[in-house]
């Protein structure tokens, strides 16, 4: 093989995925560590740091060659852009939904509960006058079916979503069998 195309592109190329595996690995393990999963979490830092040893290995090897600085360097930004795309699609974990609306959410939460959500509503005031606050906490890959629900409902509702780091105990959806016995119990 050509020294050359070996020194100035193999060696590169090599490097850029290494290390665009490595942030990968690296970001989804910090989402494993976040959610307290004690045994995938070390075992991705293991192959993490495999990884980052082989990369890094190249580049002292031949340190006065810039292109592998660059591909380590473009590796390591890809590798955080794939890591995100990667954890958006795993989406794990549980959110808050957070709902403030000064129109009668009566059909939006009656919508959400026939849905399945589990739903606190509120009375309160605001800066402009009485409110409703709508709480729910869902699975993650819940958030576009509720927010597309709060938008068809009340396209104005002011809205948040947040990470909950714990929940006492998960929540089991309500069939739309029991939301109607909800609705219209037994006499």
């Known amino acids: 093989m050509n020294s050359t195309l070996q020194v100035w592109v193999i060696i590169p190329l090599l490097i850029f995925f290494a290390m665009i595996l490595n942030v990968t690995i690296s970001t989804i393990r910090i989402i494993f560590l976040a959610k307290n999963m004690k045994i995938l979490a070390p075992v991705l830092g293991f192959f993490e740091v495999v990884i980052w040893l082989l990369a890094i290995s190249q580049i002292i090897k031949s340190l006065n060659n810039p292109m592998n600085y660059i591909a380590f360097a473009l590796g390591f930004s890809f590798g955080n852009y794939i890591g995100i795309l990667i954890e958006n699609k795993l989406a794990m974990g549980m959110v808050l939904v957070r709902v403030i609306t000064r129109k009668d959410a009566t059909e939006l939460v009656a ?77």
């Open 111 to 187: 919508q959400l509960q026939s849905n399945g959500y589990a739903v606190t509503n509120v009375d309160a005031e605001g800066n402009t006058g009485l409110v409703k606050i709508i709480f729910t906490v869902i699975s993650r890959k819940k958030i576009k079916n509720v927010v597309n629900t709060i938008k068809q409902f009340n396209p104005n509702a002011f809205y948040t979503v947040e990470n909950v780091g714990f929940v006492s105990k998960y929540h089991i959806p309500l069939t739309q069998k029991d939301y109607h016995k909800k609705l219209n119990p037994p006499a």
